[in-house]
């Protein structure tokens, strides 16, 4: 789960970055404050984190908006970085007791100023299946796994047998299941990556469907 948290953050993160160039070179208190609770509610909505809700990236932004901090900032991110560990750490002691609080404080009607967790319209199930065609679309797609490639086919069945049309595919709670795979690929080994991908998506690999095929 640490793996899994850490990965989504760093490529929320890298996505936030990229928005505008560093400018601020110090936050006030009440930034630190707001960049922690923020990285808080990322890591409690992340995909595999907490069941049953992801990030409203809505709010999220608005909440940094309000407070003065762009996503760019050097700042911004500094503080960010001291805190993804932290908040990753926490979640690891006792996850259900981190969920619960996240939603008690970030949820509808929480004791939080800004809603920054949504609830999910998807099922589990449903989610699952998400994670499994996008860790194999991601590995089997474009320059990250040069020995194997995605069977489009094959994944189109698989979120088709799910009930993941095309409009369920477009639930934010769909989108946050791409970000910790996209994190896991960046920033792990590519071998490791790719042979873990293989092993599971690959001919006899231990997922229900095969999705990779060797080139």
């Not at 590519?190 to 997922?207: H, I, K, N, T, V």
Request: proline letters at 4%; aromatic letters at 8%.
């Amino acid at each position: 789960m640490r793996r899994i948290i850490l990965a989504a953050l760093l490529s929320t993160a890298i996505s936030m970055g990229a928005a505008t160039p560093a400018a601020a070179d110090s936050l006030t208190g009440e930034q630190i404050y707001v960049v922690n609770t923020v990285t808080t509610a990322i890591a409690a909505g992340a995909a595999d984190a907490c069941p049953g809700f992801h990030l409203n990236h809505d709010a999220m932004y608005k909440e940094l908006a309000d407070a003065g901090i762009s996503p760019g900032d050097s700042a911004y991110q500094r503080q960010r970085n001291k805190r993804i560990a932290i908040v990753a750490a926490t979640a690891d002691a006792d996850r259900s007791k981190f969920c619960n609080e996240a939603w008690m404080a970030f949820g509808p009607g929480g004791s939080h100023n800004y809603q920054l967790l949504e609830e999910n319209t998807l099922t589990d199930d449903q989610l699952e299946v998400a994670r499994m065609v996008e860790y194999a679309r991601v590995a089997g797609s474009g320059y990250r796994c040069p020995r194997f490639h995605f069977i489009e086919d094959a994944a189109s069945k698989e979120l088709l047998a799910a009930r993941l049309t095309p409009a369920a595919r477009d639930a934010p709670e769909y989108e946050n299941v791409i970000f910790p795979i996209l994190g896991s690929a960046e920033h792990l080994n590519r071998s490791e990556f790719c042979l873990e991908a293989w092993q599971m998506f690959g001919p006899d690999g231990s997922y229900k469907r095969q999705m990779l095929e060797a080139n």
